[in-house]
Every structure is written in structure tokens, then in C-alpha cells.
């Protein structure tokens, strides 16, 4: 078993947003008793932070299981790789993406929740809700 690595960080100008995903490859026998690849998806971690102490927003996704049951159609290394690029994910090495995920987390937890106190004085709007069939 072999577990391919990738990643995709996107560049924008004060904030961080990045994606990884790890897939386990594992050997199986087709229907017609062919021995082919296929991928089962051991991680996957989306952040994407404010690096502005005045603007702040974060979100997080990270899914991760030693028996996930979100797999891949791709029966080869070279389609993983290929649908992989589809999405603007790259291929790294597992150093390096055990240490993205290192500062993603890190970078995540630094961030404070929102302090519902400061949101003071009347609210201004009204909102209606309409019950229909």
C-alpha cells in the first residue's frame, strides 16, 4: 500500500487558503479477475483564513478515517494524478504535507471565535417568516 499526496494553495493577497488530500492506494481484483488499483481519500483538510486582524474569516473542512468510505473511480497512479490536477491539486511528498497540515492547524487554532458581545445596540432590521404549503 502507497499513499499518494497532494495539495493546492492559492495565492491571494491577505489571506491563507489551502487544501490537501492524502489517498491510500490499494491493490483489488475486478469483476473479470483483473488485478487494477484502486484509492480510498485518508484526508482531506480545506482552510481558509483572514490574515487581517480587522476582517475576519475562516472557515475549516477536515475529514479524515482510517476506513473512509469516500473513494476514487481512477484504476491507475497516471488518472489519480490527472483528476487531481482537474482540481488544481499538485503532488508533494509526505514531509511536506505533514508540515502543511502542521501550520494549517496551527494557523487555524491562533484564530479567535467570535466575541458575540461586541455585536451591541438595537437591531435595525425585522425579519419575517413566511409559512407557506
Not at 491577505?14 to 481519500?41: C, H, M, N, P
Not at 476514487?72 to 508533494?92: F, N, Q, R
Request: aromatic residues 16%; proline residues 2%.
Amino acid at each position: 500500500m502507497r499513499i499518494h499526496y497532494f495539495y493546492k494553495k492559492d495565492y491571494r493577497k491577505g489571506f491563507y487558503d489551502l487544501t490537501i488530500v492524502a489517498w491510500l492506494e490499494e491493490k483489488t481484483i475486478s469483476r473479470q479477475g483483473d488485478a487494477r488499483l484502486s484509492f480510498k481519500e485518508l484526508e482531506r483538510l480545506d482552510i481558509f483564513i483572514s490574515k487581517s486582524p480587522d476582517f475576519q474569516a475562516h472557515r475549516i473542512n477536515h475529514s479524515f478515517g482510517k476506513n473512509s468510505c469516500i473513494g476514487h473511480s481512477a484504476y491507475t497512479c497516471k488518472k489519480l494524478v490527472e483528476d487531481m490536477g482537474k482540481w488544481g491539486l499538485k503532488p508533494i511528498d509526505r514531509r511536506n504535507y505533514e508540515r502543511f497540515r502542521k501550520v494549517a492547524l496551527a494557523l487555524y487554532y491562533e484564530q479567535s471565535l467570535i466575541d458575540f458581545s461586541s455585536f451591541k445596540g438595537k437591531q435595525t432590521y425585522t425579519i419575517r417568516t413566511i409559512i407557506g404549503d
